[in-house]
């Protein structure tokens, strides 16, 4: 069978040894190289215990990810959004084509930037050329025939999975949707600080970024396609004592008129044909443990016929941060652009770290 080549930048953090893990037990694909400033030299199987030709690679920095990814069809950048900037261009100019997992070139105002990335983007032409990477809501074509593809980040991908399918429908009111969503440690990175040691998560829930998170404007941007229209939006994270998984409860109004049956015979509809997300019964039933370690997502919702607040509709959603809110969604993307099964290497799921 032929294999192709890929490499994996960033493959120290959390997502790029997911991806790294993935990729291993992927039938179609070689991993040549793993970049990481942090490990040059060492072996990716010393760091991670991933086994075979993957766990036999030596870390090589990110300076050198250039030189390596000659040869290679794809590359995969689980860095910064300001490291992702400045490689990407140059793996496009070497013919490489590029799944980013960082947020660089997610949005497709450059003006949004500096105000929620903290930098002025360099590349403005390449917005244009992104794909967003969300399969089961995208174009599946337009991210095959991608040369870059813009993976989604993890609170985007809970809140799209939610609230897309019922603003393509019509089904929602012309007002403010609210998304509160709670994730796991992992989704800060591997940082050494003392916001995220043991002793200050551990008992402890709490919000952050509050009306300031980056990923507000990724949100925004997806409803307002879905809608055809800017939707007024709230988001507001929260940092859960566990290492992975996010769950995101969105709620909003039912449109006039909307019978109030609607909702789930569109979400129903939606992910009729998409195996690796799961409409449930009842909200209640959704849960981090149920999709924790896979690269399924999990949702449902409810409706308010009568009550306090009659047409009220919230949504529950619940993925792994750092498989479909990462790593997974990138190799389901990998797969589309390099014309593999979608759900190649993902289905059985070789297993998860931490």
């Known amino acids: 069978m032929h294999k192709y080549a890929i490499g994996v930048v960033g493959a120290s953090g959390y997502s790029g040894i997911e991806l790294c893990r993935v990729l291993a037990a992927h039938p179609a694909v070689e991993m040549r190289f793993a970049a990481s400033d942090r490990w040059v030299g060492s072996t990716v199987r010393s760091r991670t215990g991933i086994g075979g030709a993957v766990g036999a690679l030596s870390y090589v920095s990110n300076s050198d990810a250039l030189t390596a990814a000659a040869g290679c069809s794809a590359v995969l950048l689980a860095t910064p959004a300001e490291a992702s900037l400045g490689l990407a261009p140059a793996l496009l100019e070497r013919g490489v084509r590029v799944v980013d997992l960082s947020g660089a070139f997610r949005l497709s105002d450059p003006g949004a930037y500096p105000r929620h990335y903290g930098f002025e983007h360099r590349a403005p032409g390449l917005l244009d050329a992104a794909v967003y990477g969300l399969p089961e809501l995208g174009d599946r074509r337009e991210i095959a025939a991608a040369s870059l593809v813009a993976n989604p ?202």
């Open 153 to 354: 980040g993890c609170y985007p991908t809970a809140a799209a999975l939610a609230l897309v399918p019922l603003l393509r429908a019509g089904l929602l009111a012309d007002e403010s949707i609210v998304v509160d969503a709670a994730s796991g440690v992992s989704g800060a990175g591997r940082q050494a600080s003392e916001a995220y040691s043991f002793c200050e998560v551990v008992d402890d829930v709490r919000p952050y970024k509050v009306l300031r998170h980056q990923h507000t404007p990724e949100i925004a941007q997806s409803l307002a396609r879905a809608a055809g229209r800017p939707v007024p939006l709230t988001f507001t994270p929260h940092l859960l004592p566990i290492r992975r998984g996010i769950l995101s409860t969105a709620s909003a109004r039912l449109a006039p008129g909307v019978r109030a049956s609607a909702p789930a015979e569109a979400l129903a509809a939606a992910y009729r044909d998409e195996p690796l997300v799961e409409v449930l019964e009842t909200p209640e039933e959704v849960s981090i443990a149920r999709v924790a370690g896979t690269p399924r997502a999990a949702v449902a919702l409810a409706v308010a016929g009568s009550g306090f607040d009659p047409g009220r509709v919230v949504v529950v959603s619940a993925i792994d941060n750092l498989l479909k809110g990462a790593a997974s969604q990138a190799v389901q993307n990998l797969n589309l652009v390099l014309g593999l099964p979608e759900r190649a290497a993902l289905e059985p799921f070789p297993g998860v770290s931490p």
